[in-house]
């Protein structure tokens, strides 16, 4: 029979299943907040930043002023830079949080840098 008192906590099997659901539990909370930053992220690319860009860049897609072969952004520093330069330049009016958010979800999206 399973009884649960204080020492059974202590006895390996127990702590093991504890340890396992822990574990569960935190990957699950890290994944869901990644993913929240990159919705996150993405949604307000889409509703802020896509369009002048699609116009800006004369090429109809808003995509591809993080793609074109010519691009600005060279390094991670240099997005959060450029996502800064464009959200206060055009007083976009963005909290550092969303900044956050943008900033990965377009270097998940198109720039791919790593060290970051
Ligand atoms: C009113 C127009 C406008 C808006 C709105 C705008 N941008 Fe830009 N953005 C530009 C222009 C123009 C360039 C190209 C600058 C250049 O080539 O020197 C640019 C370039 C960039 C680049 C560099 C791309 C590269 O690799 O060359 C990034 C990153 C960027 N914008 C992020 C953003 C983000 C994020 C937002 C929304 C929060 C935003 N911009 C909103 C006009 C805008």
Known sequence: ?????????????????????????????????????????KLIEETKCYACHAKKSGLGNGDMIYTRTDHK???????????SVCNSELRLDLFPEDEADIVQYLNHQFYHFKNN
């Open 1 to 41: 029979m399973i009884s649960f008192n204080a020492k059974s906590l202590f006895k390996p099997y127990f702590f093991k299943i504890i340890c396992f659901f822990i574990g569960i539990f935190s990957i699950h909370a890290f994944c869901f907040a990644a993913d929240a930053a990159l919705k996150n992220g």
């Open 73 to 83: 952004v060279t390094s991670y520093s240099r997005l959060k830079t450029m996502v």
